[in-house]
T-cell receptor, first 111, second 113 residues
Framework: DAGVIQSPRHEVTEMGQEVTLRCKPI?????LFWYRQTMMRGLELLIY????????DSGMPEDRFSAKMPNASFSTLKIQPSEPRDSAVYFC?????????FGEGSRLTVL | AQSVTQLDSQVPVFEEAPVELRCNYS??????LFWYVQYPNQGLQLLLK??????LVKGINGFEAEFNKSQTSFHLRKPSVHISDTAEYFC???????????FGKGTKLSVIP
């Protein structure tokens, strides 16, 4: 059974550009989480969904960040416009109960 | 709100020696506790979890952890480490009934040959 699939694995972009990160959760999981990991701040929860509905987006740092989950098998995290301080590894995770299954992450570098 | 403190950011240990990675949490309500491991350039994967029942929890790769409610701790232990255990370890807590995990800052375990 495939795990959580994220794309792209690596993204290098210039400041001001739009970035879209994608996630396919494990089939049957009803929770989906977006985390950001940096050396300075560790793992931060950005937003999570239950049955495709956003439950808590209080971790989204600014209005430049938005996330959607149009159906149970797909979610996106968008940054527009991107800034150098957005450089981080972004993880998507899905769960049925409390065990989170993480994707391999999308490493974003904003120049 | 709950919080997690991992007291050691880095722990070097010789191969085949025992190791303990410390985790303390704060919460005024019942919690569930987890340890995750992250190998380089990978996502996190679950090592073990405490939801209820026995306070000694056994996980994968020979790791175990003990829930101590009075000391609000959930320390991770392994009696004999291998080179392959070199990774970063994260303690996490969630309020019972919630799904919003809070992670600690992580502890980097380096196993020295």
């Amino acid at each position: 059974d495939a795990g959580v699939i994220q794309s792209p694995r690596h993204e290098v972009t210039e400041m001001g550009q739009e970035v879209t990160l994608r996630c396919k959760p494990i089939s049957g999981h009803d929770y989906l989480f977006w985390y950001r990991q940096t050396m300075m701040r560790g793992l931060e929860l950005l937003i999570y969904f239950n049955n495709n509905v956003p439950i808590d987006d209080s971790g989204m740092p600014e209005d430049r960040f938005s996330a959607k989950m149009p159906n149970a098998s797909f979610s996106t995290l968008k940054i527009q416009p991107s800034e150098p301080r957005d450089s981080a590894v972004y993880f998507c995770a899905s769960s049925l109960r409390w065990e989170l299954f993480f994707g391999e992450g999308s490493r974003l570098t904003v120049l | 709100a709950q919080s997690v403190t991992q007291l050691d950011s880095q722990v070097p240990v010789f191969e085949e020696a025992p190791v303990e990675l410390r985790c303390n949490y704060s919460s005024s309500v019942s919690v569930y506790l987890f340890w995750y491991v992250q190998y380089p350039n990978q996502g996190l994967q679950l090592l073990l979890k405490y939801l209820s029942g026995s306070t000694l929890v056994k996980g994968i790769n020979g790791f175990e952890a003990e829930f101590n409610k009075s000391q609000t701790s959930f320390h991770l232990r392994k009696p004999s480490v291998h080179i392959s255990d070199t990774a970063e370890y994260f303690c996490a807590v969630v309020v019972a009934g919630s799904y919003q995990l809070t992670f600690g800052k992580g502890t980097k375990l380096s196993v020295i040959p």
